[in-house]
């Protein structure tokens, strides 16, 4: 007889420090039931267990880092508690494990292994900033990280904006906190006066900032200081 397997939750974290209001009650009862997990830092996966009143002791949790550094023969053993029958949480440095995250590996291979896979509402970045930019929601790419290098990054954005009006596809981007201002700087060079950008940062968080106006108009206007603040940029060319 088969041993049954226990199951991969895919663990919402919250956007910052002060947004723990946005993880749902029934994510934090999983959490609680677990004591294996997978992420991407476990400093950080013990500090976000530890601001929901864990019911067990630090002692009793075990966990796996699923990083860059990670050797891919050493991620395969990641599962072999839930082969065992145990259930594994798997947890993001910050919002929806498996988008823009490392942990879409694991998920991939839990499905090679035949363990079920179940994802938990909660906070993703990307998607709150696609509901609160205005832009199209039913044709849109996330780009990750553009070039960091000036010239590479103008013709990256002229490049995302021509496919964003012929597509009428909305196009996200996320950069590193500390280039933020420059990143701005450059797409409101060189974007068209009339496509839509939007800047959406510090989501969920009491800072929360979150506007979209035509390039022609944030010219006009005084940039919000973004500087080493999470933040998500959308641009829209469509009609």
């Given at each position: ?5 226990g199951k ?46 864990p019911t ?39 919002g929806c ?143």
């Amino acid at each position: 007889m088969s041993k049954t397997k226990g199951k991969l939750y895919l663990i919402p974290t919250p956007l910052g420090e002060s947004g723990g209001h946005a993880i749902p009650p029934y994510v934090i009862e999983v959490l609680h039931s677990l004591d294996v997990f997978i992420a991407e830092r476990a400093k950080t996966a013990r500090h976000f267990i530890k601001t929901t009143n864990p019911t067990k002791p630090f002692s009793e949790l075990h966990f796996y880092e699923l990083n860059k550094r990670t050797d891919e023969h050493e991620m395969k053993g990641f599962l072999n508690d839930a082969l065992n029958g145990k259930n594994i949480g798997l947890m993001s440095e910050a919002g929806c494990p498996g988008i823009a995250d490392p942990g879409a590996a694991i998920v991939q291979l839990a499905h090679q292994k035949g363990v079920e896979v179940i994802p938990l509402v909660g906070p993703s970045s990307i998607f709150l900033a696609l509901m609160a930019s205005g832009m199209n929601g039913q044709q849109f790419c996330f780009n990750g990280y553009l070039s960091p290098k000036r010239p590479e990054l103008s013709k990256e954005l002229k490049r995302l904006e021509q496919l964003s009006a012929r597509l009428s596809q909305t196009q996200i981007m996320i950069e590193t906190p500390y280039r933020n201002m420059g990143f701005v700087e450059t797409a409101l060079q060189v974007l068209s006066p009339k496509t839509q950008f939007c800047i959406a940062c510090d989501l969920t968080l009491p800072t929360q900032y979150i506007q979209t106006k035509s390039v022609k108009e944030w010219k006009q206007t005084t940039i919000p200081d973004l500087h080493k603040r999470p933040a998500i940029f959308l641009i829209y060319a469509g009609r």
